[in-house]
């Protein structure tokens, strides 16, 4: 990739993530990939595990939680605006929309993501409702 890029954000989502969020594409380097991913309220995403790519998101809208695991350890975090969070290559994680409006948050993903076969599921702390 080579130049500029300047993205708007769509109104209607890209792609459905594995884990079932809405997925708008915005802007991609080299070295990374950077998304919208919007969760409905009331919903709750699968649970997914990455093979070779980390995130790190930040939360723009709605109120949630976020599941992640890694290495024995596992934490619950609540997710409102302004938080920012990581996800290392390997954490299983699980997010859900618990406020009155979806949950929304900006993501990079480094290195930019692969391809379908990225995401694994996996048996999550919640069950699913996407």
Known sequence: MAGFETVTLPLSYDV???DGSEVRLLARMHGGGMAHFLLRTGQVSRAVRHRSVEEIWYVIGGQGEMWRSLDG???VTKLSPGMCLTIPVGTSFQFRASGSG???ALAITM???PGDDEAVLVEGRWPPHV
């Open 73 to 75: 350890r596992a934490e």
């Open 111 to 113: 290195p930019p993501w």
């Open 102 to 104: 979806p949950l929304a």
């Open 16 to 18: 459905l993530a594995p």
